[in-house]
């Protein structure tokens, strides 16, 4: 098993994946933000679904969900359906329009890292490609289990007795 040093220079590369995330976020169409960018995705790779269900899968407030959910929906990207099993809820699905969107995205993406690592053998992209995955899965299913992190211990403090002599009469 990997040593304490290992762990904190693995937390440390994983903060600076902002950075990776961000140049992604860089080359999003303006009318297509992060988080419709994730709306399609998941539209994409999971198919229809409720719109609890994305919530969940996109680890956000029901209120986020629906503010993306509009925007993508305002754009005609996705369709909201009756849900036959409960006519209260809708079901979330991808237009042709949508599908578009989500295929341009697609190729920016990997212009992108095609760019970025243009010097990278293609073991070494699917190294990484099977180390991220194996990640993931150590994590499971984060949105839903709590890990419980242990507190630092306290310091250990010795405790000394004092005593006290008295000078012997005479």
Do not use: N
């Amino acid at each position: 098993m990997a040593g304490q040093a290992q762990f904190e220079e693995l937390a440390r590369q994983l903060s600076a994946i902002g950075a990776v995330k961000r140049d992604m976020g860089r080359i999003l169409p303006s009318d297509c933000p992060a988080g419709s960018a994730a709306v399609l995705t998941l539209l994409g790779r999971h198919g229809d679904m409720r719109m609890s269900k994305l919530a969940e899968l996109l680890a956000v407030d029901m209120s986020v969900t629906s503010r993306h959910v509009a925007h993508v929906a305002a754009r005609g990207w996705i369709e909201r359906l009756p849900d036959p099993a409960d006519k209260r809820s809708r079901i979330l699905r991808l237009t042709p329009v949508g599908v578009d969107r989500l295929d341009d995205l697609y190729r920016r993406t990997t212009h992108l890292f095609a760019e970025r690592l243009s010097d990278w053998t293609d073991d070494e992209v699917g190294q990484l490609i099977r180390l991220m995955t194996r990640l993931r899965d150590s994590f499971g299913d984060c949105r839903t289990s709590a890990v419980r992190i242990p507190e630092p211990a306290a310091p250990v403090v010795e405790e000394t007795t004092l005593t006290t002599r008295t000078p012997a009469s005479t």
